[in-house]
Antibody, heavy 116, light 109 residues
């Protein structure tokens, strides 16, 4: 059973870069699958950030595309999210998830607060 | 960008049936939008109940079913249980872009 675990700083100063990693266990990140980042805030609810395939192919939310970079590290069996030029509006719980089949596995989520 | 709409809140009696809907400002929701339904309880990550309109995961209780109804995606709970009290979110896809609805807070009372 695949398990995902997010990690990264809980506090980021604006206008810095939010960087998170999702460690995948119980399965290979190089399997035929896409891996996603989703965030949740009281103001915006659930928001899809984007997704990445192990080859490096990506799909990003149009509203965040200019600030988002996702990457995969096959040697560590993990994938990452960088969100640049953050503001208080980026304060949220960030989740990573496996997309197939049907977003079947989620991390527990990590709270990231953007504040000076 | 389309806006995905859900009922903000619904109440169902224990043992009753309730249908949650998921509409889009872009028009009719079809199977080609691959509707998802997620359940989320306080302090927990979302959990997928239904994907691709009506496909269930192994953990999805039989009482939950997904369909298309009146131009929207729908989640029906037949025989609601107290443990079904939660927030429910739908998600649809438009050309590779995934959009979440604002969620429905379901009360079982």
């Amino acid at each position: 059973q695949v398990q995902l675990q997010e990690s990264g700083p809980g506090l980021v100063k604006p206008p810095g870069t939010l960087s998170l990693t999702c460690a995948v266990s119980g399965g290979s990140i190089s399997s035929n699958n896409w891996w996603s980042w989703v965030r949740q805030s009281p103001e915006k609810g659930l928001e899809w950030i984007g997704e990445i395939y192990h080859s490096g192919s990506t799909n990003y939310s149009p509203s965040l595309k200019s600030r988002v970079t996702m990457s995969v590290d096959k040697s560590k069996n993990e994938f990452s999210l960088d969100l640049s030029s953050v503001t208080a509006a980026d304060t949220a719980i960030y989740y990573c998830a496996r997309i197939k089949p049907g977003f079947d596995a989620w991390g527990q989520g990590t709270l990231v607060t953007v504040s000076s | 960008q389309a806006v995905v709409t859900q009922e903000p809140s619904l109440t169902v009696s224990p043992g009753g049936t309730v249908t949650l809907t998921c509409g889009s400002s872009a028009g009719v929701v079809t199977s080609g939008h691959y509707p998802y339904w997620f359940q989320q309880k306080p302090g927990q990550a979302p959990r997928t109940l239904i994907y691709d309109t009506s496909t269930k995961h192994s953990w999805t209780p039989v009482r939950f079913s997904g369909s298309l109804l009146g131009g929207k995606a729908a989640l029906t709970i037949s025989g609601a249980q107290p443990e079904d009290e939660a927030d429910y979110y739908c998600m649809v896809s438009y050309s590779g872009v995934r959009l979440f609805g604002g969620g429905t807070k379901l009360t079982v009372l």
